[in-house]
């Protein structure tokens, strides 16, 4: 999948919006990539957060004797349980943007980001990939391809030259 998103990468202007925290989508060569969850390579102040600045990772391991500009003790870039998902605006402002949306890689099981479909009313495409696409909750004009990520890359392929 991808090698895929790779290749439209290409040819179309492409926005993944991920809810994992790796970094396994730019490690595949993704550029633009919104991680709605944040994102484990990097750190941020525990403290009142006043501005969005982040600190790489060096290695495996955030110490708890590494402290931020602020003074504050650093802490994983990534949303706790209980707290708000601070790119979810920016998501559904991508999504309402789109000509086509591809959800792919997710059951639309976890909220508030399984939402983000709603916001897709100008998308001239609509495409969800799910082995059990066929029993979602969504709206009627989403082709459905009940499939895993892997399989459905022929189906996307014919759908998007067409």
Request: hydrophobic share 40%; glycine share 4%; net charge negative.
């Amino acid at each position: 999948a991808h090698q895929f998103l790779k290749s439209l990468e290409e040819d179309y202007e492409v926005q993944i919006i991920t809810q994992n925290i790796d970094d396994l989508h730019e490690r595949a060569g993704s550029s633009n990539v919104l991680h709605l969850h944040g994102n484990i390579r990097l750190a941020k102040s525990s403290g009142p957060q006043s501005e969005k600045k982040y600190y790489p990772i060096e290695g495996w391991e955030l110490r708890s004797d590494q402290f931020c500009i602020d003074g504050f003790p650093l802490r994983p870039h990534v949303v706790w349980f209980g707290e708000a998902v601070p790119e979810l605006e920016n998501a559904a402002r991508l999504v309402s943007e789109a000509d086509i949306l591809i959800v792919i890689g997710t059951s639309l099981a976890v909220y508030p980001a399984a939402s983000l479909v709603h916001f897709a009313d100008k998308a001239l495409l609509k495409i969800v990939v799910d082995p059990k696409a066929d029993e979602l909750n969504i709206a009627t004009d989403f082709v459905r391809i009940p499939t895993n990520a892997v399989e459905s890359i022929k189906s996307l392929k014919q759908l998007l030259t067409n």
